[in-house]
């Protein structure tokens, strides 16, 4: 006899309206037992009140709570015959009696007799748990039978997603079978009890390559995997469905192409990778094929996906970038006149280019806007006045802007700043927090500030307990990477889940501003890409956002 979903609810029946000393001390102990499933123990006490003549109402009640122990027994054949009188009987409780009738007639098999009667059940909750059940137990049903009977019950939304699921997995179809699939897909992509109501991911990263058939564990890559690796566990270990299946996109289109003819792939909610730009094409088109949301980790380039509807960047892009960079500025009022440094990736080379634009059009003027290198970074601060035989009086500029990540641009800055008396605000990514050359507490004036970029809570608890949780694992602390991988894992199971549903978008746009569990949070309303970017300074040690 196959495993199906029994959801054993009690309800209070109308019983609490009667006294407690009117109700038998034995009969109340079973009810105790059924509901701590002991259903051995609460089975004769349930078959002793079962007169009628002798117990009145009591005896229908027994009765019910006797089914419902031999549902916990898995005994369908006997719990059957109890409840067929309670489903056509109108009585309080009759939806919930055709609800555990159903449950009986599926786990004995009789699954036509089990959906008829779902057809038949009012109350909206029940139905939605009934439609569950269906999924549950007929998700291992023949095609054969789901594409004939599509008809009778395609209002059944279990129904519809087993048919999807045993479709899917099917790798030969008659014609009629071939339509009922295509028919399905078109219906509803994303609805909910289309899916098995495990939240099914896909990563899909060059954990190899460049010829070399080892996993690099000391690069970005792994670090990031490690992070979404924890995330699964500690998500798992919350109660939380979810399956992760690892692909390897080796850095060869070949192997990516793959991938993506590979069936897990489409039956996955999310996609998270892969990295590089030319792999990312062929995923992201794959994704709008299938309507199967593709998040990229790490970028900040939305331009090359203007017209997708389902590839995502996690973090901002670089158009938000620049609205929280002009929005911190205005509200701070430092001065109208900004030099711009911005360092090689393409990242920084827009990001520079949609500043240039946006600032003087809120009033701001642009002294100097070069590109930085490790040999010109000193040059460049001190052509702007930024020298250690002046002080800020004679800087050109009432803010200096430096786009990179680059650590070998950002270790001559920084060195240079150690050594200068200069109080004027110099921005720069979030990334500079993490570099182990940087002591921003050592400073003479706290001119630094934070570029938000999904930047990290380090003071939060829940930071503190995944450094912890990191530290015991692997034997050292986090980097960025794994903890923007754990955050990653967080973000989507907070929108994707059987409560929740699985539409993305609807999800993303519903909740708007969601508060993060290592960050300092998201908003995808109406957005592929995170829209939330502060602007943070350091006190006493904590980041905290200027406004």
């Not at 102990?29 to 059924?34: G, I």
């Not at 509901?35 to 005896?59: C, E, H, M, T």
């Not at 009012?122 to 059940?133: M, S, V």
């Not at 500079?432 to 608890?461: D, Q």
Request: glycine residues 6%; contains cysteine; hydrophobic residues 40%.
């Amino acid at each position: 006899m196959r495993r199906i979903l029994v959801l054993i609810f009690l309800i209070c029946f109308g019983l609490s309206a009667q006294s407690q000393n009117s109700v038998p001390v034995d009969y109340q102990n079973a009810l105790n037992q059924l509901q701590a499933k002991n259903y051995v123990a609460a089975i004769p006490v349930f078959q002793k009140y079962l007169d009628a003549s002798s117990y009145g109402q009591l005896a229908d009640y027994s009765a019910y709570h006797l089914a419902e122990a031999q549902l916990g027994l898995q005994a369908y054949s006997k719990a059957i015959p109890i409840l067929q009188p309670f489903a056509s009987k109108s009585w309080k409780n009759q939806n919930e009696s055709k609800y555990l009738l159903s449950l009986a007639y599926f786990g004995n098999d009789q699954n036509l007799e089990a959906l008829r009667l779902i057809k038949e059940i009012k109350d909206e909750e029940i139905l939605k748990k009934a439609e569950n059940a269906s999924f549950e137990n007929l998700k291992a049903a023949t095609p054969s039978f789901l594409v004939s009977n599509l008809d009778e019950f395609k209002e059944n939304g279990g129904y519809r997603g087993a048919l999807r699921v045993v479709l899917s997995s099917s790798t030969v179809l008659s014609a009629t079978e071939r339509a009922a699939f295509f028919e399905l897909n078109a219906q509803n992509a994303n609805d909910p009890l289309a899916r098995d109501l495990i939240l099914d991911i896909a990563v899909m990263l060059p954990f190899t390559g460049n010829g070399s058939s080892e996993i690099a564990t000391d690069g970005f890559v792994y670090e990031l995997y490690e992070g979404i690796d924890l995330g699964v566990e500690a998500l798992k270990a919350q109660g939380v469905k979810i399956n992760v299946r690892t692909f390897d996109t080796k850095r060869d289109l070949n192997q990516v192409q793959q991938i993506l003819n590979d069936p897990v792939l489409s039956r996955s909610d999310i996609i998270l990778g892969p990295i590089y730009p030319d792999e990312v094409e062929l995923v992201s088109a794959f994704a709008e094929s299938k309507q199967i949301p593709m998040v990229h980790p790490l970028s900040n380039l939305a331009d090359r996906f203007e017209n997708r509807k389902f590839t995502y960047l996690f973090r901002p892009s670089v158009e938000y970038l620049a609205e929280g960079i002009v929005s911190s500025l205005k509200k701070q009022n430092w001065g109208d006149s900004v030099a711009i440094g911005s360092g090689g990736s393409s990242r920084d080379v827009r990001l520079a280019e949609i500043l240039s634009q946006r600032l003087p059009e809120e009033g701001f003027k642009i002294v100097r806007n070069e590109r930085v290198t490790p040999n010109n970074i000193r040059d460049f601060l001190q052509g702007i006045g930024i020298r250690s035989s002046l002080d800020s009086v004679a800087v050109d500029a009432n803010q200096v802007i430096l786009l990179t990540d680059n650590p070998n641009i950002s270790q001559p800055a920084f060195f240079l700043m150690e050594s200068v008396t200069s109080t004027v605000p110099i921005l720069v990514m979030d990334s500079w927090l993490g570099f182990n050359f940087t002591n921003f507490e050592m400073l003479e004036f706290p001119n630094f500030y934070f570029i938000g970029n999904n930047s990290v809570n380090f003071m939060g608890e829940a930071m503190q307990n995944f450094r912890n949780g990191f530290y015991e694992r692997y034997s050292i602390y986090p980097s960025v990477n794994a903890s923007t991988g754990r955050e990653l894992v967080y973000w989507v199971a907070a929108n994707l889940s059987d409560s929740k549903g699985f539409d993305f978008r609807k999800n993303l746009d519903q909740a708007a501003f969601q508060n993060g569990r290592l960050s300092w949070g998201f908003n995808f309303q109406n957005s592929n890409s995170n829209q939330y970017v502060p602007v943070f300074k350091l006190e006493m040690g904590e980041l905290k956002p200027l406004n």
